[in-house]
């Protein structure tokens, strides 16, 4: 099991964890889940069913550069959808929000896509799903990055509460 990152244990790390929450019970999660799933789906289909048998009227250089695109749009729709399973398992109480900011549970980072020759004869479903996969990456990258990156050096906001109080007591000397 690999050790959380510094974050986990960071001051404000309850408030990390209530911001998790929130967004895995939020409208904006439900509906990228649920896009992320069905995208998921139509791929397989697409990549089993009637992509199976349009790369095969493909030329040489088209059909390696169909299995490599198609390759790379299968790791890239698995990596969001365990993102989203992730979010999912913080959601219905499986996965404490602390759990879920582990290193291991972040979007890899992306590799520099090769352009093969013979792409600019892939099929329009295919390049459809690409497109698709693309979009849905980068905003769940976005998503990531907000919630799990950009804020795990950013200090919890203060509470203006509490921080009234405390110079009310150096005031008045309690």
């Known amino acids: 099991m690999s050790e959380p990152n510094a974050f986990a244990a960071a001051p404000g790390s309850q408030w990390r964890a209530a911001v998790i929450q929130d967004f895995a019970r939020s409208e904006l999660f439900e509906r990228t889940f649920q896009e992320g799933m069905e995208l998921v789906e139509e791929t397989a289909a697409y990549l089993d069913g009637s992509g199976r ?23 890239r729709l698995m990596q969001v959808a365990s993102w989203l399973l992730v979010q999912r398992a913080v959601r219905e109480g499986d996965m404490p ?54 804020s795990a050096d950013a200090p919890a906001p203060a509470n203006a509460v509490l921080n009234h109080l405390d110079r009310l007591k150096n005031a008045f000397g309690s």
């Open 97 to 150: 929000p602390t759990a879920a900011c582990e290193d291991r549970y972040r979007l890899a980072e992306e590799q520099a896509r090769e352009v093969h020759e013979g792409a600019e004869d892939l099929p329009a479903p295919l390049l459809i799903l690409l497109d698709r996969a693309e979009r849905l990456y980068e905003r769940v990258r976005h998503l990531d990055r907000r919630m799990y990156v950009e």
């Open 53 to 75: 048998q349009e790369s095969k009227l493909l030329s040489r250089n088209a059909a390696l550069a169909y299995a490599s695109e198609s390759m790379r749009l299968t790791t």
